[in-house]
């Protein structure tokens, strides 16, 4: 039997044991940067594979297979822990157990096909040269993004990896489906906090008042016009106010109003250049309104560049797994994520799991309150994560 057909014969025996971890976790959720007990958990399944793991960020967890000659090259895999401020909204025996948090990214496969691999590479290691790094990390749904700390504390150090690779369902592509896209792939995410200042006073005497409700609406009509009329039409952007909060009564002109919204870009550069244009034009039409602004800037991720070469060499190992048929090109999108910190570190690549099922009802966008997936990616996920690592490692 080929190692290709061992890994893909593992993958299906420990598909069960895979998803029963994926439920354990889909019932017990726990926000970012509070995965205490999911750290936990992971741990005690590594341990029970024969595989010790440490503990860095505080609830990440770093854990490395060596096979044989394993100085010769390291390559990294990554998975992410932490789940969402959202009320599951499913009726299924693996529902969340904890009332208004949720693993509606996803999170809870990625650490459970990510355990699914290490327990069939930790099987394989006698065929197979190099050592695997296995990162869990804590935060990647919170600012400045957990990745940023597992780097901080050396998840890419001691050796560097020659490369790391990323696994994210994906609810647009059906079971069974892998899409990968070289190069640019998603953008940078700042959020952006205003406070806009003005005199409050009766709804009636507008003229003894300076209206932040007035202002504030000034506001967010006038800032989009730095992506329409500052950034290329051929530069990806996007500005988007989600939360404005101010006021208490119709006929009261409050005292300030609170808009909060996401900046995105493809370009580091045109980012740096339209966040002081956000800043600064809140402020002049402010002040020239007769109120103030203040503007706080939160940074989030940068964008996520997938290395052409590394993209390559996974797509071709995924089109010998799971067939040519079945890898597809998906295309560049405004959402975030924290593995970009990793792409600028060392050569990456993010790649999409397949989990729609049309036929079961299984259609919810991430970030909702009723995405689920087809647990039969599971069987797949991580033994085609498993395959990529071995090829990396040969090449």
């Known amino acids: 039997m080929s190692l290709v057909e061992k890994i893909k014969s593992l993958s299906n025996s420990f598909a069960k044991e895979v998803i029963e971890f994926?439920?354990?976790?889909h019932a017990n959720p726990e926000l970012s940067y509070e995965e205490f007990n999911t750290?936990?958990?992971v741990s005690q399944k590594l341990s029970s594979f024969g595989i010790s793991s440490r503990t860095i960020a505080t609830t990440g967890l770093v854990a490395?297979?060596?096979?044989?000659?394993?100085?010769?090259?390291?390559?990294?895999?990554?998975?992410?822990?932490?789940?969402?401020?959202?009320?599951?909204?499913?009726?299924?025996?693996?529902?969340?157990?904890?009332?208004g948090v949720m693993h509606a990214c996803g999170h809870d496969v990625h650490t459970s096909s990510l355990l699914g691999t290490?327990?069939?590479l930790n099987e394989l290691k006698n065929e197979f040269e190099g050592t695997v790094r296995l990162i869990f990390q804590p935060g990647e749904e919170k600012n400045p993004g957990g990745a940023s700390y597992m780097i901080r504390d050396g998840a890419l150090k001691n050796p560097q990896p020659s490369s790391i690779i990323g696994q994210h369902v994906f609810p647009l592509l059906p079971v069974g489906k892998i899409g990968f896209r070289e190069g640019m792939y998603m953008a940078s995410c700042d959020e952006i906090y205003l406070k806009v200042i003005g005199k409050g006073g009766h709804g009636a005497a507008p003229e003894l008042a300076v209206d932040p409700v007035v202002i504030a609406s000034h506001l967010i009509i006038a800032l989009q016009q730095i992506i329409s009329r500052n950034a290329s039409p051929k530069q990806p952007t996007v500005l988007t106010f989600g939360k404005i909060d101010g006021g208490t009564?119709?006929?009261?002109i409050p005292g300030e109003v609170n808009i909060a919204g996401t900046f995105r870009a493809m370009n580091e550069v045109w980012r740096e250049e339209a966040l002081q244009k956000i800043t600064k034009m809140a402020e002049s039409i402010a002040e020239g309104m007769g109120g103030k602004c203040e503007v706080n800037i939160s940074r989030g991720y940068p964008f996520l560049m997938n290395d052409s070469t590394v993209t390559r060499r996974i797509r071709k190992a995924a089109e010998e797994y799971v067939g040519k048929?079945?890898?597809?090109?998906?295309?560049?999108?405004?959402?975030?994520?924290?593995?970009?910190?990793?792409?600028?570190?060392?050569?990456?690549?993010f790649y999409r799991l397949g989990t729609r099922n049309e036929a079961k009802g299984i259609t919810s966008y991430v970030h909702t309150p009723t995405f689920d997936i087809d647990e039969d990616a599971l069987a797949i996920g991580p033994g085609l994560m498993a395959w990529m690592a071995i090829q990396e490692l040969k090449s």
């Open 22 to 25: 994926r439920r354990h976790l």
């Open 39 to 41: 750290s936990i958990y």
């Open 64 to 99: 490395e297979i060596h096979g044989k000659n394993p100085t010769k090259k390291t390559v990294a895999l990554r998975a992410d822990m932490d789940a969402l401020p959202i009320t599951e909204a499913n009726n299924v025996s693996y529902k969340s157990q904890n009332v």
């Open 325 to 349: 048929e079945n890898t597809v090109d998906i295309d560049i999108t405004l959402g975030a994520e924290d593995f970009a910190y990793y792409s600028q570190v060392v050569p990456a690549s």
């Open 249 to 252: 009564a119709v006929n009261v």
């Open 118 to 120: 290490a327990k069939i």
